[in-house]
């Protein structure tokens, strides 16, 4: 790439500076064979004032350049008419229709005696036409001379934008180059924590490859904090499901040996073996869903939130009998709808009111409201518990993170991250936070329902 850039712009610069070198070669040439025509004009005039009507004869001049100013003779229209001494300069047919008033006069490059001359013919009366030359050899001269000083400006100017077009072209593209370098280094040692070193500058001024680089050093940025959320999964996974797993080999080997159990203890080891088969496979599909990092894309439905707070409220209450669960939900809310998988955001919901319940104190109320908005649909999920502490708010939805007050409490620390999690995926807001007079308070805003987003997706009108 440096190469073609630097092969591109050397010829652009030497196209320009070549045809520069042409154009003033070509001026040169045109001012001073004007030059020359003036002073054959001049001659002319002179001569024709001096004598009126000449006959054809060679007035002035041998033509022995540079002694004489210049030649002159006047021509007859027919070869008749000549003189007997010989012609000088030379005499063409064109000369002769000059002579008659055919033909007009002008200017011709002649050679006499091996040597340049520059002539002009013109009228000079009836059937007469005046020639006067002078030498060239100086301005050939300096026509010459102005041609190799333009070849070798130009010459110069070639090498000289060689050079140039690739030093700029390897300034232009040092970004680039460090891009690749870096490229080449994370590949080599599988180290996203690598960054290319950008010019000092301020951000607006910054050029395409520049940002190109700055965009690269983003993307190594979100490469290495997923590198490393790859990793503290599957260091979290690994201890969460040692216990568990622990506890299932134990509970195992006991009934191995059942012949020495009595039917009390089978059962108890029985119903705890599969208590701790339940939690070991809801926490496998948990750490499946959230590993994925993305939600996938079933049948996307007309949801009125109103109803699935219903819903799950009364679920809520089937699994913890001793929370009281409130339920309001706005005049304004009643009807509206958002876009999304039902199913998915149940799973949302639930994850929130089984936290709010399992933080409650016993018989406490959990509040849950549902409120209507310009665009967007609020549902907020409030319990009266011990609230969530300033230092964990930043927290409370990273996986496996589990405050000190609730590490005594059962749970894998997955709920409120997968809540999360389903609540980008439909591109709602899940924010949590410590509410007045205690507890903790968690707001959901879901954008209402527009037309389809993509053409993958399909609506339906709930019943």
Not at 68 to 93: F, H, K, N, S, W
Request: charged residues 20%.
């Amino acid at each position: 790439m440096r190469t073609r850039l630097a092969l591109i712009t050397s010829a652009t610069v030497a196209a320009v500076l070549l045809g520069a070198c042409a154009a003033a070669f070509l001026v040169i040439r045109y001012e001073l064979t004007r030059q020359l025509d003036l002073q054959l004009v001049q001659q002319a005039h002179q001569i024709l004032r001096q004598q009126h009507h000449p006959a054809p004869q060679v007035l002035q001049g041998d033509c022995a350049w540079p002694a004489a100013p210049a030649c002159a003779q006047v021509v007859a229209a027919e070869p008749g008419a000549d003189p007997p001494t010989p012609y000088l300069l030379p005499v063409r047919p064109g000369t002769r229709l000059v002579a008659s008033g055919r033909q007009r006069g002008g200017y011709s490059d002649i050679t006499y005696a091996g040597r340049p001359a520059r002539m002009l013919t013109l009228p000079a009366g009836t059937d007469r036409a005046l020639q006067v030359a002078v030498g060239a050899d100086g301005v050939r001269a300096a026509v010459r001379q102005a041609g190799q000083l333009m070849a070798a400006v130009g010459g110069a100017g070639v090498l000289l934008a060689g050079v140039l077009g690739y030093a700029a072209a390897r300034t232009g593209l040092s970004p680039v180059a460090r891009l690749t370098a870096t490229a080449e280094r994370i590949a080599a040692t599988r180290d996203a924590r690598h960054r290319i070193e950008l010019p000092p500058g301020p951000p607006g001024r910054q050029d395409e490859v520049t940002r190109l680089a700055a965009t690269f050093n983003t993307m190594l940025g979100e490469l290495e904090q997923s590198v490393a959320a790859q990793r503290r999964l599957v260091a979290d996974a690994s201890h969460e499901l040692r216990t568990p797993l622990t506890a299932l080999r134990t509970n195992a080997e006991l009934l191995a040996a059942c012949e020495r159990l009595t039917p009390a203890q089978r059962e108890r080891a029985s119903g705890a073996l599969g208590r701790q088969l339940r939690e070991v496979t809801r926490l496998v599909g948990d750490l499946v869903e959230l590993a994925r990092d993305e939600e996938p894309q079933p049948l996307v439905e007309r949801v009125r939130p109103a109803e699935l707070a219903e819903q799950c409220v009364r679920s809520a209450r089937d699994n913890w009998p001793g929370i009281r669960f409130t339920l309001e939900i706005a005049d304004g809310a009643t009807r509206a709808t958002v876009d999304g998988v039902p199913a998915r955001l149940a799973r949302l919901l639930g994850n929130l009111l089984d936290n709010a319940a399992k933080f409650s104190p016993p018989s406490g109320p959990v509040e849950v409201a549902v409120r209507d908005a310009a665009d967007s649909v609020e549902v907020s999920v409030r319990d009266h518990g011990a609230g969530i502490a300033a230092q964990d708010l930043p927290y409370v939805f990273d996986r496996f993170y589990r405050s000190p007050a609730a590490r005594a409490l059962p749970g894998s620390g997955l709920g409120l991250a997968m809540a999360l999690q389903i609540a980008r995926a439909h591109g709602a807001d899940l924010t949590a936070h410590a509410a007045p007079g205690g507890g903790a308070l968690f707001r959901l805003r879901l954008p209402t329902a527009t037309e389809p987003r993509h053409k993958s997706l399909v609506h339906k009108e709930p019943s």
